[in-house]
């Protein structure tokens, strides 16, 4: 179980090849090996068959670094075995994480690639399981991007930027999710200087799903917009959009163009605010900056055509100083589990990031209209640092019309004891809610580590885990653990 597949390791290793070859360097390499010893009072995670088990796990690990003016080169493996003491058994595992980002001409042709191995629980309805220590039925999945990035300038009048990628997406051992190839292309031609008191932009996005089994998705938007001066602070702007959108789901869809004009006003450099209307489109946005670190935006928006019309709202608070840094933002898209695998979609729980997916995983090809809200706070002190992260998401399908949400909150507070010693406490809470089978639970859990640098090539771990599952309408699949470990890492 969980063998790398051949050509995902053939791909990397002829990445890293003509990484190496057209920057002509030397690749900082190194090596490093981490070993746990793990103790669970409830291995299978289950209130009926309660067993506590010994586990080692290893993990040896290579990794690859080159940064220059020409490219960017950040490879990570990892193998990782499993040892259970009592039932006599082993797993394996491979881990990538991959990218590389290549100028091939001065400010003008760029070339990107990345790489991803990981496991994830193939039903995530049953239990919380954030690693692969807990037995369960997994999936291995394997992708990778890559492609080209243009960027020209057209004297001062006017500029453009193309990006196109290709990813793959592959699943081991399931069939309820279909392998798939994503495209993804955006254009823009945007005016230059010479434009001065009328600024347009002409830009066109791109995306399709095409599994290997089942419908394809395509989302496709063609849009034109200017911005025209009427007086020192006040702007008259106009927008133009086709949307050409194909989905399969329950509700019908309506595709077309609409076109608005309305006006912005500036009334100084840090605020800017305005709003549209016409045919089948309204806009309202406002911006303020109050200083350099502060960025305040909120956008609404309503289309009467598209794969998710009607009313829609994103908004970004982002705020920093010497010692704290905070931010809140909400927003909504249209996506699958697919195109999500190819995106860096992550949450912090137990002082640990994991994929968001691991999170609330509903095994399904269907798309989902997923309305976000994501906030941080980071306070740094001289010995200390407190990092508190929340967030939430609901996804409603658009075939079954069913709804899953879930919500987090993650608390760590870091504790220099000395400066050879670590001492990190967290906590946080999980709920979640699935429509198609109508589950719901609550998930606590608590974390300790207490981490000790032996040398500089050394550092040893000693960490206690407790969590909770408590379903909201049946209490047969609660369940506690407790968890010990003891590990080391070494660098070579």
Partial sequence: MGCMPHRRLIITCL????????????????????????????????????????????QP???????????????????EGLYYAKESRSNSYNHLNANVLSEIEEDTF????????????????????????????????????????????????????????FGRVDYDNTDLLADSDILKLNADLNSGNRFRSLKWNISYDFSETRRAVGDKSRYETLSASAVGQLTRTLYWRTVWEFINDDVQRIRALKT??????????????????????????????????????????????????????????????KSGARRYQWNLSYGEDTSNLQALELTADLASVGGSTIFRNALIFNPTDEDFIRRMVRGGLSIKRPKSEIGITGSGERRRFLVSDTRDYFYTIDLNWLWLLSPRSALTVGMGYIARHFGDTSID???????????????RRARMEFSYRYIERDQKKTSITDYEENRLNLGIRMNF
């Fill in 256 to 317: 077309g163009y609409v076109f608005s004009v309305g006006l912005e006003w500036r009334p100084n450099p840090k605020m800017l605010a305005g709003g549209n209307y016409g045919k089948g489109a309204e806009d309202l946005y406002l911006q303020i900056n109050p200083s350099s670190r502060t960025q305040i935006r909120v956008d609404y928006r309503n289309r009467d055509i598209g794969v998710n019309p009607g009313r829609r709202w994103s908004v970004l608070w």
């Fill in 110 to 165: 760029y070339l990107q690639a990345t790489g991803i191995i990981r496991q994830q629980v193939i039903n995530n309805q049953n239990n919380l399981i954030i690693d692969n220590i807990n037995p369960a039925a997994r999936t291995n999945i394997s992708t990778f991007t890559i492609g080209p990035s243009l960027r020209n300038r057209f004297g001062t009048i006017a500029s453009s930027s193309v990006n196109f990628s």
């Fill in 61 to 79: 690990g290579i990794s690859f670094n080159h940064k220059s003016k020409k490219m960017d080169l950040d490879v990570q493996y990892a193998w």
């Fill in 441 to 455: 639970d609550n998930n606590l859990y608590a974390t300790t580590v207490l981490s000790r640098r032996l040398s």
């Fill in 15 to 58: 990445l890293v090849s003509v990484s190496y070859t057209v920057q002509g360097a030397l690749l900082d390499i190194q090596t490093d090996l981490e070993i746990n010893e793990i103790y669970s009072d409830n291995i299978n995670l289950s209130s009926a068959r309660e067993e506590d088990e010994y586990v080692t796990q290893l």
